[in-house]
């Protein structure tokens, strides 16, 4: 089903990320979708706004008529009442969404069940939405136009304590009374089960890893100590999915078989009639279990794993796994980088280049095949299989040699012992291009389809968040991104819960970015260390990071060497921190020259 038209006609509405945003700064949760349909909130430019999408709006979407960064949030309900009565989830959610709002030139949507979906009690109408959006609830995690949100963790018990001590209230259905009513935290039926160990959680997960594309399945939550956790996820053949079931904890455990056969139908319908498949940050296990999957990729032509950690023999069966894809002249492209096949995993790139390097003279399809690391002895045995191949036009591989220094590496004397083979690849390549322009046989075009995603505004976060989007360090030194990047940063972070570090330096933001910085750090709670270093930062900016940080507490370190800072910016850097005793360092040293 079309997943705009299985929008309408289920009557499920996402709710728009700046509502969840205005939410979150007045501590309030979120709230059924049946009153969610009389929620407004007022935004900055837009005036007064409905909180959730109108139907007539993903209509103009479907129709490519406007743009839309759509999110399906997968979550624990830590209630039976309500899904995130404390608003440690919602927190999260509003912290990630925007930065995925300053990242793409689109507004952020999202899925989110409680609101998206009618909740207990229902009308005949709203119960007939409610049973088939929950039929097809898949469309919105494996879609390739929407990307998945996953918050695994839930409210602490601190969390829990301090918000009952605050006398917090959430509303709810009351069903002895009929009506919705505040009811404090003690009055829920709390459920602390883990994310991975829910059945319907699981579900949701599996069904997003069936993208083509890894990087839309991301967890939102993980801190910094738990960087090692966020890898990209394959999907599980089915018959390990119904084996993991059994472990699986269900609210109803009737819906045990009903989540296993709708798995394992999204398993098949998306895995056979993929084609082009972009898998990024796989460990040991998920390089393992792709190994497993990969023979039901049986349309596949492209085929791209990047960053990706595994043992050589796991290696060893991804590439038997690829073989026939190859032989049967079906695979058009290849790609496998990592930055380790440099140094640490020099075999398994070697292994990467002879399983190609075997099947090339008998292969008419492949076109493109790519692979990170230095040449050696397996190049040459790549160079002389493409001598007997034509169809292979665009070789990537380390070092490229370009014509500039071409002549001068063949004079050194020895030349260099991978030369002959890198010049033979890169020549063969060459000449086979020439061949197929010369014989009208270049690739066909390939049909025009709406990309994935929304048009990008800031490509370096888009980049930043696909590796983590659960950024808790900033590490945007030396990217130029002067006065409008600083900016647009600090609208980011102004209200953000996350980020801890944010790494500026050498950036030319000026006195500009500073003072927007600076302003963001009047709101900001949790950024405590900040790098300006060498950014053109005069008094001005000094100044009004003086009285930001007057007013901020959580800021101990700021580094703003290397910068135009004279007396006056100095003085008010100096009275702040006397102000301020939470800044334990601020670095200064004027700028040489």
Known sequence: MDLARFLVTADIRFVRAEFLWSLCETRRVIPRRQEAEQKYFETEGMGIRTALVQHEEVEAWAAGRSEALICSVSHCWESREHSDPCGHQLQIISDCTRLYAEAYDAPVWLFLDQVSLFQFKRTE?????????????????????????????????????QREAEGHVVDIYDADSGVVRAVPLNKLTRNQNEYLARGWCQAEYEWSSTRAHSAGNQRVDVSQDEKADLKGKVPMVPVEFRKRLDELK??????????????????????????DLKLEFLDQDACHALAECLPYYESLETFALLNFECSDAVVEKLLSALKPRLTGNALKALQFTSSDFFIERERQRDMILLAVAEVLPQNSSLTSFKVSGNLWESGQALAEAMKK???????????YVDNAVRDSLKRRDPPPCWLDAVLAIQDIAEGNKRNAASQNMAPEPTATTRPTRPPVKWDLLVQLLKQNSAVAALQLGGKFLGPVGAQTLAQAIRRNKTVTMIDLGMNRIGDAGARAVAEALKENETVTQINLRENGIGNAGAQALAEALKENRTVTQINLRENQIGDAGIQALTEARKENKAVAQIRLVPQRG
């Not at 191949?389 to 070092?399: G, M, R, S, Y």
């Open 125 to 161: 109408d709203q119960d007939k939405s409610f049973r088939l959006g929950m039929g097809h609830m898949h469309l919105l995690y494996c879609h390739e136009h929407t990307m998945t949100l996953r918050v695994h963790s839930i409210s602490s018990n601190q969390e829990w304590e």
């Open 250 to 275: 269900f609210t109803h455990r009737s819906d045990s078989d009903a989540v296993c056969q709708l798995q394992e139908k999204v398993f098949f319908e998306k895995v056979t009639t993929c084609k």
């Open 389 to 399: 191949n034509t169809t292979l036009l665009d070789v990537a591989v380390h070092p």
